[in-house]
Nanobody, 124 residues
Framework: QVQLVESGGGLVHPGGSLSLSCAAS????????FGWFRQAPGKEREGVAA????????IYADSAKGRATISRDNSKNTAYLQMSGLKPEDTGVYYC?????????????????WGQGTQVTVSS
């Protein structure tokens, strides 16, 4: 059974940092790109960062550049997202996804698998 399970969300103070993990199972992650997406209340899902399956090329949304780092450890079947300098507008449910191509396009069809999400709340 294919699964992506996000963890590491919670309440973070403004200016703080987060470290999210996405544990994959049921498929070989080596051939898949990973993407991190988020959805704030009342807003559409948006891409945050993505990493390719080859050469670990990364792409970031403008809002995340300089603050986010996406990485992967194929030996652990896990992808990660680290963000610093968090702002209230970073609040939302963070989802990871796995698919053939690294893209920030939030269309669910761009990725084969999606996790259930983990809530991140940035508030004082």
């Amino acid at each position: 059974q294919v699964q992506l399970v996000e963890s590491g969300g919670g309440l973070v103070h403004p200016g703080g940092s987060l470290s999210l993990s996405c544990a994959a199972s049921g498929f070989t992650v080596d051939d898949y790109a990973f993407g991190w997406f988020r959805q704030a209340p009342g807003k559409e899902r948006e891409g945050v960062a993505a990493i390719s399956p080859v050469d670990d090329d990364t792409i970031y949304a403008d809002s995340a550049k300089g603050r986010a780092t996406i990485s992967r450890d194929n030996s652990k079947n896990t992808a990660y997202l680290q963000m610093s300098g968090l702002k209230p507008e970073d609040t939302g449910v963070y989802y990871c996804a796995a698919g053939p191509l690294a893209t920030l396009n939030p269309n669910r069809r761009r990725y084969n698998y999606w996790g259930q999400g983990t809530q991140v709340t940035v508030s004082s």
